[in-house]
């Protein structure tokens, strides 16, 4: 049973910088396609990033400068380190998880392409 949980959500101020991470079990990271997505009040859940085996990882353009994402095959997380946050950062923020590696960059940010899905973290970002 495939299972994620994501965790070190929080309130910070504009400006500041949060870690989230995303804890994988009943499936192996390195061999998983993994990404992170998040969802505004009233707007539909966007992928934020994502990483694929020993691929480059892929962002959304928006937020590339600001976001990294990476992960522990040993610990079998995956991270997304947050800088310069803003108030339209604020969110929930969900992982998701595939247990393939996938092709195409394209398909990386899509909702649809994961199977398994946390429960999420909320990040509050103040002005």
């Known amino acids: 049973q495939v299972q994620l949980k994501e965790s070190g959500g929080g309130s910070v101020e504009a400006g500041g910088s949060l870690t989230l991470s995303c804890s994988l079990s009943?499936?192996?990271?390195?061999?998983?396609?993994m990404a992170w997505f998040r969802q505004r009040p009233g707007k539909e859940r966007e992928g934020v990033a994502a990483?694929?085996?020993?691929?480059?990882?892929t962002y959304a353009n928006a937020l590339k400068d600001r976001f990294t994402i990476s992960k522990d095959n040993a610990k079998n997380t995956v991270y997304l380190q947050m800088d310069n946050l803003k108030p339209e950062d604020s969110a929930m923020y969900y992982c998701?998880?595939?247990?393939?590696?996938?092709?195409?960059?394209?398909?990386?940010?899509?909702?649809?392409?994961?199977?398994?899905w946390g429960q999420g973290t909320q990040v509050t970002v103040s002005s």
């Open positions: 009943g499936a192996a990271v390195s061999s998983s396609s």
């Open positions: 998701g998880a595939a247990p393939e590696i996938k092709q195409g960059r394209w398909r990386l940010l899509l909702s649809r392409e994961y199977k398994y």
């Open positions: 990483i694929v085996g020993d691929f480059i990882p």
